[in-house]
């Protein structure tokens, strides 16, 4: 599987932005998908993942309420919307792929990981 992310870009504080990830090759309905963000200086964390045939989510704190994730498996894309940004949402944001049973909040549960966009809210 390869992940390409897009959609990332400059925006003031309370704006809004879309990030995709297009994925190519096969089974792209069987991965769970994740978003993950590193800011500068600091270590990649957690965003928000999609899993299962019913389309469970989950997010960070720092994030629910804000931002969401959804995923058009006849596009093999996902998507991230994320509404309300502060500053603090400043990073690199990655989206990855991991098998249903292993993928979760942490990195390491996650097979497949894309080239990140990166995301810069002003203040």
């Known amino acids: 599987v390869q992940l390409q992310a897009s959609g990332g870009g400059l925006v003031q504080a309370g704006g809004s932005l879309r990030l995709s990830c297009a994925a190519s090759?096969?089974?792209?309905?069987?991965?769970?998908m994740g978003w993950f963000r590193q800011a500068p200086g600091k270590e990649r964390e957690f965003v928000a993942l999609?899993?299962?045939?019913?389309?469970?989510?989950r997010y960070a704190d720092s994030v629910k309420g804000r931002f969401t994730i959804s995923r058009d498996n006849a596009k093999t894309t996902v998507y991230l919307q994320m509404n309300s940004l502060k500053p603090e949402d400043t990073a690199v944001y990655y989206c990855?792929?991991?098998?249903?049973?292993?993928?979760?909040?942490?990195?390491?549960?996650?097979?497949?990981w894309g080239q990140g966009t990166l995301v810069t809210v002003s203040s």
């Open positions: 990855a792929a991991g098998q249903m049973l292993r993928a979760g909040v942490v990195e390491n549960g996650y097979d497949y």
């Open positions: 090759g096969r089974s792209f309905s069987m991965y769970a």
């Open positions: 999609i899993k299962g045939s019913a389309g469970i989510t």
